[in-house]
């Protein structure tokens, strides 16, 4: 019972109370900071300021003390670990949910950081999982339409997968490893040589700790801080992701502002532990609904939505209602029309209308979310649709199909 009170206090939290408390939410454990994150991706069911709050635990979390952190990493390595550095720094460089990282200097030189898993969080987290099904379940009983409209217990899921994927740092290791290798393939298609991933010393890495070079640059998340984020930038961030996503079909499954990072005229991509990967027909078929939404061609958006649900529907009531979500877009900024506000709304509309469909598109929305929120929060006035369109036609080209026209 202790865990479902922790969990609706959290929700309280984020939704209720006048402001945002980042600290208790720490406090409350890792599902509750990995919630919190996951709405401060939602505009279209939170305010913006609210999301901006919630945007303090990507990285801007608190570290664990020094003594701490000294004991934690002598738990984590071998007795001979330690000869292989000059120095360690013992303040935080930066902070997560999952880790904190410190800058320290090779024998040899490197100027490299170590990542650290700050605590064994894995069997609190999996009792807050359990708690939260529940929880669920005993709402989804009350309104079982939810399921169809927000998918719950699905995107639960997928908040535990990736949780427990990123507390092992031999799958960001191994991530890395796959992006790389797709970035390669993709070049032969596509320019990405400004795509880039620090070196990784994996001799000095395990589950728990790992070393890589240190990048000079700032995330996008310190940039839009400091009101730095130029929108060229972002739109090449956008085509960075979105190649990975539907010229591969494997990507980055957690492309938040924390995790890229800009320097050396280079995208450098940061904790790569969970990795997306999306059946051709899904990616296939949200790709043919961007290109429509871009040109504003709604018959077409819902014959997309069509082609990816397995309940087929009458559509003509599904394009007046998108035509109805879509009024006024083609002249939106961010700020007045949400694109992931949007694409929520049609979501669900087209549940509403009797459609289903496949969980796969979860991740590749989930990606849209992300980079959506970036733009909302450093460039309001933009109008995203309109700059995207170029990287749509793009995309369609590295999809293959020559259908899509």
């Keep these: ?15 209720l109370n006048q402001q945002v408390d980042v600290e208790r939410i720490q406090r409350q454990g890792l599902l509750s900071m990995k919630i919190a994150q996951t709405f401060a991706l939602r505009p279209d069911v939170l305010s913006l300021e609210r999301c901006q709050e919630l945007s303090e635990l990507f990285s ?13 990493l002598a738990k984590s390595v071998n007795s001979g670990w330690h000869n292989s550095f000059e120095h360690i720094s013992d303040v935080s460089l930066a902070s997560a949910s999952i880790g904190q990282v410190h800058e320290a200097t090779l024998k040899t030189g490197e100027q490299v950081v170590i990542k650290l898993v700050r605590d064994d969080w894995e069997r609190a987290f999996r009792r807050d999982i359990l708690a939260a099904e529940r ?16 998918d719950p ?32 393939a993709l070049n032969q298609q596509v320019n990405l040589d400004h795509v880039a991933f620090p070196h990784i010393y994996q001799d000095l890495s395990n589950t728990r700790v790992m070393v890589s ?12 801080r ?23 079909g494997v990507f980055h499954g957690d492309p938040h502002s924390g995790n890229i990072m800009l320097g050396k005229n280079k995208i450098w991509f940061l904790d790569t532990g969970v990795i997306g990967r999306v ?61 992931t506000q949007k694409m929520m709304e049609t979501i669900k509309a087209a549940v509403n209308a009797g459609m289903s469909f496949p969980k796969g598109m979860y991740p590749i929305i989930k990606s849209m979310m992300y980079l959506d929120g970036m733009v909302l929060r450093s460039h309001p006035k933009a109008n995203l649709m309109e700059d995207i369109r170029p990287f749509i036609k793009e995309f369609i080209k590295l999809d293959g199909q020559s259908n899509l026209r």
């Excluded at 994927?165 to 797709?182: F, K, T």
């Design 213 to 224: 070079e240190k990048i000079e640059g700032m995330t996008i998340e310190q940039l839009i």
């Design 60 to 72: 801007n979390t608190k570290p664990v003390d020094k003594e701490t952190f000294k004991g934690l």
């Design 153 to 184: 217990l699905g995107a639960l899921k997928v908040i535990e997968l990736n949780t427990l994927a990123e507390l092992d740092l031999n799958n960001e290791i191994d991530g890395q490893a796959s992006l790389i290798a797709e970035s390669k």
């Design 226 to 248: 400091a009101d730095k984020l130029e929108y060229e930038d972002m739109l090449r961030v956008f085509q960075a992701v979105g190649s990975f996503i539907f010229g591969a």
């Design 279 to 339: 059946d051709k027909i899904v990616s296939n078929g949200l790709l043919k609904f961007f290109d429509s939404i871009t040109q504003y061609d709604y018959e077409k958006a819902v014959n997309s939505l069509a082609g990816m649900s397995s309940i087929t529907i009458d559509t003509i009531e599904l394009k007046n209602r998108l035509e109805k979500i879509y009024f006024g877009f083609e002249t939106a900024t961010a700020e007045e029309a949400s694109f």
């Design 135 to 150: 929880i669920l379940k005993s709402i989804l009983f009350i309104r079982p339409q939810l399921q169809q409209v927000a």
């Design 1 to 15: 019972m202790f865990q479902e009170i922790k969990l609706i206090k959290t929700l309280y939290n984020i939704f």
